[in-house]
């Protein structure tokens, strides 16, 4: 399946591993809670390591207003926890190692399809993508943009 996912459409029920190797059931988030998800390209590079740290600096925001954070991208489960561990991240981060959620999703590739995406869905809590946010390079606004969405 290769939707793009629009403002508008229910965010699709999908099922992965978190930093920790346990399953996450997105099916227990869609309708319950506000949700921000975030699709990047790589753990421990400058870009994504500057985005998911800013996630972790504004946590207790997103906390505070209900808000659960999700990072995504193709890095294994062992990935994932040594950047957590490294960077102190607070949210969690979930393995797509096929890219098939990136799939579902439509999160394009970037600079000639070399790079994979890096895109924000701001969900809310009737399980609504209410806002769509994609830059590769601003990587700081993904983290304003989830924030004043769902305020």
Do not use: W
């Amino acid at each position: 399946m290769n939707k793009k996912i629009s403002i508008g459409d229910s965010v699709p029920s999908f099922n992965l591993k978190n930093q920790f190797g346990e399953s996450v059931d997105m099916h227990q988030y869609i309708g319950k809670t506000k949700m921000v998800i975030y699709f990047y390209p790589k753990d421990d590079t400058p870009g994504c390591t500057k985005e998911a740290c800013s996630f972790r600096d504004h946590f207790e925001a997103f906390r505070e207003k209900g808000i659960e954070v999700f990072g995504i991208s193709a890095d294994s489960v062992s990935s994932h926890l040594n950047f957590a561990k490294k960077h102190r991240l607070s949210f969690t981060l979930l393995s797509d190692e096929n890219n098939e959620v990136r799939k579902m999703f439509g999160v394009p590739s970037d600079l000639l399809g070399l790079l994979p995406g890096r895109v924000t869905f701001i969900v809310d809590g009737s399980g609504k993508v209410i806002h769509i946010f994609n830059s590769q390079f601003k990587v700081d606004k993904h983290i304003t943009e989830a924030l004043q969405k769902l305020s």
